[in-house]
């Protein structure tokens, strides 16, 4: 079903916002035969597209380089490309040097030459067009990086890409269509051939300045972000997607549930090994041996996922609760930022939630890819002999869930089920979302997964100190940066103070992870609402005036709504250097 998810969602692009500067590049090859000029140009693209999606999956900030200095290489080759469809000359030219190595790289690449040169072209394009992508390519690349590298994960990247070589194909065929209705009729070979090479040159300018994510973003009404996430919803239960690292609505929200109560599988119970965890906190080393005859509930989180904090709640209350019956909850912490992996701030993050059930560090994922889980948060339900017999994966449905813990425990004890739930009154970020009026997605700061919903004039710098300027307005969902910021792949550091970060959003609560780039630092900020301090709408994070205090890598609850849900404009100043933000979550 994924695979089907990731073909739509690739066919999406056509529409976006970001894709428009490459489609000129498509379009020019519409005034050649295909098999020659559309076709090679169409699978250049969509190998470059997956190719690159995999190797991205390895991470490190040498493979970001590497692939900004393949954007600028694409940039110049379209750029000559475009040259090319103004000058015959200069196609002759350029290309006398591959027609002496014998490549035959399409000597009349701007007049109509052959299937190499084209291929060459679907390459550039597609490292143009790599990071124009929507929330289902953010899954199978975030998923990828956690599972590592496999077949399954080139599989969807190719059906990402073949969706959007279809959807393609449909445009640059139309168009061949009509070049050759004006060349026939109009005689306009010429002036066709040179309006192609000046919308090429137009959009290798449009990609280099960075409007194609800034100006055009702002202003297109075609959004597909919407549309992928309403078909990721629509995945049937206990599918199990490439990732659900990040919205409410993919991760926390959906309350998809795998398997019920069945026979499992008698291999289950090496999962219980834990086998590859770093460290234990609460406890010492688990096993199977230890958890030998016990029911036992897994459950997956990372101490800044606002899903899994409002879960945790319910599963120390379980913990406690059947403890004396048989129940060991064993919490597995897989990081999804880097921060997350010091284990200084997951003992704070422990002492702070309040959990007491052990805890096992799982900074490599060797846990999580034993159980090739997906999920943040995810629980797994083992009977007393060691198998999996339900798993659910998400928040909610807790009472579902305590009832088959309860089931178990009467299976190892002999006895009735034990009727009655945990009631749990959880504040602050711990408290249950109002998914009734929650329109805003979460949203990354840094550049590896954020979204085109960026507005600061310009567009999105990776890795360089910019001097940001906020918009005069910002639609809803759309974000801005202002003052001199570096965007990194995880998060955004504010280099100089009075920087400030704003978001439109929708949600009766607005959560931003947050930490210091000096660890200890402390640094001031203050938080308005349209302009105002939050009085009543303040977080658990910050005081009625909106001030407020960095103190650790961590979420900050920032606003709770009291009144009536409605657009609303967050800013947020930060007074001193050293802010790093990384994600925005709502609820």
Same mark, same amino acid.
């Given at each position: 079903?994924?695979?089907?998810?990731?073909?739509?969602?690739?066919?999406?692009?056509?529409?976006?916002? /970001?894709?428009?500067?490459?489609?000129?590049?498509?379009?020019?090859?519409?005034? *050649?035969?295909?098999?020659?000029?559309?076709?090679?140009?169409?699978?250049?693209?969509?190998?470059?597209?997956? %190719?690159?999606?995999?190797?991205?999956?390895?991470?490190?900030?040498?493979?970001?380089?590497?692939?900004?200095? #393949?954007?600028?290489?694409?940039?110049?080759?379209?750029? %000559?490309?475009?040259?090319?469809?103004?000058?015959?000359?200069?196609?002759? *030219?350029?290309?006398?040097?591959?027609?002496?190595?014998?490549?035959? %790289?399409?000597?009349?690449? #701007?007049?109509?030459?052959?299937?190499?040169?084209?291929?060459?072209? @679907?390459?550039?394009?597609?490292?143009?067009?790599?990071? /124009?992508?929507?929330?289902?390519?953010?899954?199978?690349?975030? #998923?990828?990086?956690?599972?590592?590298?496999?077949?399954?994960?080139?599989?969807?990247?190719?059906?990402?890409?073949?969706?959007?070589?279809?959807?393609?194909?449909?445009?640059?065929?139309?168009?061949?269509?009509?070049?050759?209705? %004006?060349?026939?009729?109009?005689?306009?070979?010429?002036?066709?051939?040179?309006?192609?090479?000046?919308?090429?040159?137009?959009?290798?300018?449009?990609?280099?300045?960075?409007?194609?994510?800034?100006?055009?973003?702002?202003?297109?009404?075609?959004?597909?972000?919407?549309?992928?996430?309403?078909?990721?919803?629509?995945?049937?239960?206990?599918?199990?997607?490439?990732?659900?690292?990040?919205?409410?609505?993919?991760?926390?929200?959906?309350?998809?549930?795998?398997?019920?109560i069945g026979t499992g599988e008698p291999t289950d119970s090496?999962?219980?090994?834990?086998?590859?965890?770093?460290?234990?906190?609460?406890?010492?080393?688990?096993?199977?041996?230890?958890?030998? @005859?016990?029911?036992?509930?897994?459950?997956?989180?990372?101490?800044? /996922?606002?899903? /899994?904090?409002?879960?945790?709640?319910?599963?120390?209350?379980?913990? *406690?609760?059947?403890?004396?019956?048989?129940?060991?909850?064993?919490?597995?912490?897989?990081?999804?930022?880097?921060?997350?992996?010091?284990?200084?701030?997951?003992?704070?993050?422990?002492r702070d939630l309040g959990i007491t059930y052990p805890v096992?560090? $799982?900074?490599?994922?060797?846990?999580?890819?034993?159980?090739?889980?997906?999920?943040?948060?995810?629980?797994?339900?083992?009977?007393?002999?060691?198998?999996?017999?339900?798993?659910?994966?998400?928040? @909610?449905?807790?009472?579902?869930?305590?009832?088959?813990?309860?089931?178990?425990?009467?299976?190892?004890?002999?006895?009735?089920?034990?009727?009655?739930?945990?009631?749990?009154?959880?504040?602050?970020?711990?408290?249950?979302? $109002?998914?009734?009026?929650?329109?805003?997605?979460?949203?990354?700061?840094?550049? *590896?997964?954020?979204?085109?919903?960026?507005?600061?004039?310009?567009?999105?710098?990776?890795d360089e100190a910019v001097l940001y300027a906020a918009p005069?307005?910002?639609?809803?969902?759309?974000?801005?940066?202002?003052?001199?910021?570096?965007?990194?792949?995880?998060?955004?550091?504010?280099?100089?103070?009075?920087?400030?970060?704003?978001?439109?959003?929708?949600?009766?609560?607005?959560?931003?992870?947050?930490?210091?780039?000096?660890?200890?630092?402390?640094?001031?900020?203050?938080?308005?609402?349209?302009?105002?301090?939050?009085?009543?709408?303040?977080?658990?994070?910050?005081?009625?005036?909106?001030?407020?205090?960095?103190?650790?890598?961590?979420?900050?609850?920032?606003?709770?709504?009291?009144?009536?849900?409605?657009?609303?404009?967050?800013?947020?100043?930060?007074?001193?250097?050293?802010?790093?933000?990384?994600?925005?979550?709502?609820?």
């Amino acid at each position: 079903m994924f695979f089907v998810l990731s073909y739509l969602a690739g066919a999406l692009t056509i529409v976006s916002p /970001c894709i428009l500067p490459v489609l000129p590049f498509v379009f020019a090859s519409g005034t *050649r035969p295909f098999r020659r000029g559309g076709l090679p140009l169409l699978i250049g693209l969509a190998a470059t597209f997956a %190719l690159v999606g995999s190797v991205a999956t390895l991470g490190g900030n040498w493979l970001t380089q590497a692939n900004e200095a #393949g954007r600028w290489l694409a940039l110049s080759l379209l750029a %000559l490309f475009g040259l090319m469809l103004l000058s015959s000359g200069l196609a002759e *030219r350029a290309m006398q040097p591959l027609v002496r190595l014998g490549e035959k %790289l399409a000597a009349k690449a #701007g007049e109509g030459g052959g299937f190499a040169g084209s291929f060459v072209l @679907g390459i550039a394009t597609g490292l143009l067009w790599a990071p /124009c992508a929507g929330p289902v390519l953010g899954l199978i690349l975030t #998923g990828a990086a956690l599972s590592g590298a496999n077949a399954r994960t080139v599989l969807l990247l190719l059906a990402y890409a073949a969706g959007a070589a279809t959807s393609l194909a449909v445009a640059l065929l139309a168009g061949s269509r009509v070049f050759t209705w %004006l060349k026939r009729y109009l005689g306009a070979d010429r002036w066709v051939r040179r309006g192609l090479g000046v919308a090429v040159l137009l959009g290798v300018a449009i990609i280099a300045t960075g409007m194609d994510r800034g100006l055009l973003t702002r202003y297109s009404a075609a959004n597909t972000d919407a549309i992928e996430q309403w078909l990721i919803a629509r995945l049937p239960t206990g599918q199990a997607p490439a990732a659900m690292t990040g919205s409410g609505s993919m991760t926390g929200s959906t309350g998809m549930t795998g398997t019920g109560i069945g026979t499992g599988e008698p291999t289950d119970s090496d999962l219980l090994q834990f086998a590859g965890a770093v460290s234990w906190l609460n406890s010492a080393p688990l096993d199977a041996a230890a958890l030998k @005859g016990k029911v036992v509930v897994v459950d997956f989180w990372t101490y800044s /996922c606002i899903n /899994c904090l409002r879960s945790i709640p319910y599963t120390e209350a379980w913990a *406690r609760k059947y403890a004396d019956q048989g129940l060991v909850v064993i919490g597995v912490h897989s990081p999804e930022f880097a921060f997350e992996r010091d284990p200084d701030n997951v003992k704070r993050a422990i002492r702070d939630l309040g959990i007491t059930y052990p805890v096992a560090i $799982d900074n490599d994922y060797a846990i999580w890819r034993a159980f090739q889980n997906q999920y943040w948060p995810a629980h797994y339900f083992f009977d007393a002999t060691g198998r999996i017999r339900y798993q659910h994966f998400g928040e @909610g449905k807790y009472e579902q869930s305590e009832g088959v813990i309860q089931g178990l425990l009467a299976e190892r004890n002999g006895a009735k089920p034990a009727v009655g739930f945990v009631q749990v009154n959880a504040t602050g970020s711990q408290a249950a979302s $109002d998914e009734t009026d929650l329109q805003s997605p979460e949203t990354y700061i840094g550049y *590896r997964r954020t979204s085109d919903q960026f507005a600061s004039a310009g567009g999105l710098k990776p890795d360089e100190a910019v001097l940001y300027a906020a918009p005069g307005d910002l639609p809803l969902n759309d974000w801005a940066l202002a003052g001199n910021w570096t965007v990194k792949p995880e998060q955004a550091t504010l280099n100089e103070p009075s920087g400030r970060l704003l978001f439109k959003f929708h949600a009766r609560d607005l959560h931003l992870v947050l930490g210091p780039s000096v660890p200890g630092q402390a640094i001031r900020f203050r938080v308005t609402i349209d302009g105002a301090p939050p009085g009543e709408d303040r977080g658990a994070d910050i005081a009625a005036d909106g001030t407020g205090m960095i103190d650790g890598q961590r979420l900050y609850q920032l606003v709770r709504q009291s009144g009536a849900v409605r657009d609303r404009l967050f800013e947020i100043e930060f007074l001193d250097p050293g802010a790093q933000a990384y994600a925005f979550t709502f609820g």
